[in-house]
């Protein structure tokens, strides 16, 4: 079991939305990976991850109005054509998108940064489970995936986060190359 797991952690690569063919995932694969999502550790069982899943019309909105976003909050100077033309883009070649955010409790008892954590631990569910059903996928905060009017735009509280945007399809690429630019030797120390 091990080594199918090491399969599936060291294969998966992040795949960008214009390297998909826009072939359709079906909604039962969807499902299972956020049934995978649901399965992150949490804190007290506040459960905070959530999901919000566009595709075909409402994801070309989702597309639309995040561009409009990037243009009514961007300075004209610093505002290309490109980026807002490639925010659109986005949506053309991928089959779903979820936003994924932080849904912060009332009572804030667990520390924020638990409840970033836990998230992004569903998070990597999703993108675990997508290698292993053979579905590319892009961890992105691109564009204004963190900007204040995302929230809005969404329906979501002042205290809750945008922890990401997924782009999932497939792809017929060549998969990038795998790489860790720290030897992992660096980021440990043992104690013994
Ligand atoms: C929190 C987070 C945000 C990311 N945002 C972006 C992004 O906006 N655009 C992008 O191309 N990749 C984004 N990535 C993907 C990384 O670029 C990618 O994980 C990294 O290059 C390592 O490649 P790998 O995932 O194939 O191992 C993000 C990853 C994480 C964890």
New binding site residues.
């Given amino acids: 079991m091990i080594d199918t797991f090491k399969q599936i952690v060291t294969e998966?690569?992040?795949?960008?939305p214009a390297s998909m063919n826009g072939k359709k995932i079906n909604e039962t694969a969807i499902h299972q990976l956020l049934e995978l999502a649901d399965w992150a550790p949490t804190h007290a069982r506040t459960e905070p991850w959530r999901f919000i899943v566009y595709t075909e019309t409402g994801l070309q909105k989702f597309c639309q109005e995040h561009a409009a976003l990037y243009k009514a909050h961007t300075d004209p100077e610093k505002f290309t054509t490109a980026k807002y033309q490639g925010i659109i883009q986005n949506g053309e070649k991928v089959s779903h998108l979820i936003v994924v955010y932080m849904k912060r409790q009332p009572t804030k008892k667990i520390p924020l940064v638990e409840e970033i954590a836990a998230t992004?631990a569903a998070?990597e569910h999703i993108?675990l489970g997508a290698q292993a059903l053979g579905i590319s996928c892009?961890?992105?905060?691109?564009?204004m995936?963190h900007h204040e009017s995302m929230k809005p735009m969404l329906g979501l509280a002042e205290d809750d986060m945008v922890?990401?945007?997924l782009y999932l399809g497939y792809t017929d690429e060549p998969?990038?190359e795998?790489?860790?630019n720290i030897p992992l030797a660096e980021k440990i120390s043992w104690h013994k």
Avoid: C, E, N, V
């Fill in positions: 998966r690569r992040s795949i960008k992004a998070m993108l892009l961890w992105s905060t691109g564009g995936t922890m990401g945007l998969l990038p795998g790489k860790r």
